[in-house]
């Protein structure tokens, strides 16, 4: 299935034309647990489970094993000055199952930064503890500015 205009064939001319389809596949991290050969998509609204199934073992040679489509319904949501109700898209989710030795696991991408903000809140628990031995050390002399201390 395709909707895009490919010149018409005329006699002589070589042919170059390729075929693509329109349809296109998200992996999407899923939101509820999950077995870890299952994989979560969101596809085209127009694909079948059977394309589904095609498109992974023709194009990446993935082995299916099953796939379960389903349609998730947009949110909605109502504007709080005119009254109007608004609705995103509908999005059609694919959960393919892979044979059982196979298994897919998100990549960590942003383990720098769960390693920088941890060092943030080591530095920050550092500064609230001297700052808190600084209030105890003048807990005796209230009213004293902090620069006038031996």
């Known amino acids: 299935m395709s909707s895009r205009w490919y010149p018409i064939y005329q006699r002589g001319n070589p042919q170059l034309r390729v075929f693509l389809p329109n349809f296109w596949m998200k992996i999407i991290r899923p939101a509820e647990e999950q077995p870890p050969n299952v994989v979560t998509f969101s596809v085209s609204m127009e694909m079948t489970k059977y394309?589904?199934?095609?498109?992974l073992e023709k194009i990446y040679k993935l082995p299916v094993v099953d796939v379960r489509t389903r349609i998730a319904l947009g949110d909605t949501k109502r504007d709080q000055t005119y009254g109007y109700v608004t609705k995103k898209d509908d999005v059609k989710l694919a959960y393919v199952t892979l044979p059982k030795e196979e298994s897919f696991v998100f990549p960590e991408m942003f383990a720098e930064k769960a390693e920088k903000q941890a060092k943030?809140?080591?530095?920050?628990?550092?500064?609230?503890?001297?700052f808190k031995r600084f209030l105890d050390r003048n807990k005796k002399r209230p009213g004293t500015p902090g620069w006038f201390s031996i």
């Open 120 to 130: 943030e809140e080591k530095s920050l628990d550092e500064s609230k503890a001297g």
């Open 51 to 55: 394309d589904v199934q095609n498109y």
